[in-house]
């Protein structure tokens, strides 16, 4: 008997009892289209947050803050259990300021060009200047360096040389702020409110919108500003405290050089400084922690379709140990008329694949309609707000992978009834009743 017989058999031999074959396909059907399904999330949600971190293009810069200021940090997003002793010199706040002395030591680093402290602005809010007009909370950041590069809608990058204060305004804002569109607002100024530390009064900065930025995950909704606009509200902020305070921060970034914008020579970087008492970050570790998080939900959504898989094995191990059983005499007279063991093996094993191969591509079908349904719903309702986010992606590699994995667990499931039929005395199966 030819391969393409025995396949074309095994298939045949399937549909004998059709709910039974029905269920033990759907049963693989749902474990398959599981896993599918979240590792196209999986995909989507890691394909936007590198389009996101590949629209900025910067890998030229790393965050640096003090060892202890970064575990706790990272203690506080794990949501770790750890509870740690007390100890003063580690959590004083003198220990978790960086100053020009700093500055100095990590300028000193090979491969880091330059440094400078980093700058948390912290604002009120932001109005179109005119009187009466209402007033609308918004959080900034200074541009850490001139090599980043944002996704804009309209206008240009800021220039960080310019003694103009610019900024460069989310979207979101473009309307409320009374602007026409996105190309209107660019080249308009606007005013941002701040209060100072000490003294408690607000004054208001005048900034100049240089771009639109589309929505991102990377901005977290957060307007970006050039050194001169982020210095008009520090001094506002920073109103009626002593000189000595501006020159110190918990954070400072630092420039690589060239020969250093690779990830290894990063590392090493990265490396040198931790010898020196300090920890650092480039974007790309800062948006992994993002990753790490979806990757751990659908880690678990996978986990609960290889259950689904494992249940659909035992259904597999049912269905033909019940059609061994039926098909005793048939398979009596097949080694009668000279089929080997082998062969008798080789057809119920197909016919294992065969409910494998079926279930997964039924799962690949429904994935695809799924995913023609959903992204178009999602980009309409929750995902509005980000554009270009495509929430499910496949890739045919995975799903190919994916099909090939269920036939094998379909084999490796079919393989003891396979067995059993390959064992059977012909004699004895031909008395069978």
Not at 363 to 370: E, P, Q, T, Y
Request: charged share 20%.
């Amino acid at each position: 008997m030819k391969l393409y017989d025995m396949i074309r058999m095994s298939n045949s031999n399937l549909w004998r009892n059709k709910s039974r074959t029905f269920l033990t396909i759907l049963a693989i059907f749902i474990g398959a289209f599981t896993i599918m399904m979240t590792t196209g999330i999986n995909t989507g949600v890691n394909n936007y947050i590198d389009r996101q971190v590949a629209a900025v293009g910067s890998e030229d810069y790393l965050q640096v803050m003090p060892a202890q200021m970064a575990e706790q940090i990272e203690s506080l997003m794990s949501g770790s259990n750890e509870v740690r002793e007390y100890k003063p010199e580690d959590n004083s706040t003198t220990s978790q300021i960086l100053t020009d002395e700093d500055i100095a030591k990590i300028e000193s680093v090979d491969g880091i060009d330059s440094a400078k402290f980093y700058t948390m602005v912290t604002t009120d809010y932001v109005t179109n200047g005119q009187d009466g007009a209402t007033k609308y909370q918004m959080n900034a950041s200074i541009m850490p360096t001139a090599s980043m590069k944002l996704d804009l809608a309209a206008g240009s990058d800021l220039d960080m040389d310019n003694d103009e204060a610019q900024i460069v305004l989310p979207d979101k804002y473009v309307k409320p702020l009374g602007f026409a569109s996105n190309e209107d607002a660019v080249g308009k100024t606007i005013k941002i409110g701040a209060t100072s530390q000490v003294t408690q009064q607000t004054d208001e900065a005048e900034v100049k919108i240089v771009g639109v930025q589309n929505a991102s995950v990377v901005g977290m909704g957060s307007a970006w500003m050039n050194d001169k606009a982020g210095q008009l509200i520090e001094d506002i902020t920073m109103a009626g405290l002593p000189q000595e305070y501006r020159n110190q921060a918990n954070a400072i970034v630092a420039q690589l050089d060239k020969d250093h914008i690779n990830e290894e020579a990063a590392n090493k970087v990265k490396e040198q400084l931790e010898d020196m008492g300090y920890s650092s970050m480039t974007l790309t570790d800062t948006v992994s922690m993002i990753k790490s998080f979806f990757d751990a939900i659908t880690t678990v959504l996978t986990i609960f379709g290889a259950i689904s898989l494992l249940a659909a094995a035992i259904g597999i191990i049912n269905t033909l140990y019940m059609s061994v059983q039926e098909r005793t005499r048939e398979i009596g007279l097949m080694k009668a008329m000279g089929l080997s063991r082998a062969k008798i093996f080789g057809m119920f094993s197909l016919e294992a694949i065969a409910l494998g191969f079926w279930g997964g591509i039924i799962g690949l079908v429904i994935a695809f309609i799924a995913r023609a349904i959903v992204n178009p719903l999602a980009s309409r309702t929750f995902l509005a707000s980000l554009p270009g986010f495509t929430l499910i992606e496949f890739n045919p590699l995975y799903l190919l992978i994916i099909v090939l994995v269920v036939m094998a667990i379909a084999f490796l499931a079919g393989t003891l009834p396979a067995r059993r039929a390959a064992n059977k005395d012909p004699i004895e199966s031909l008395r069978y009743e």
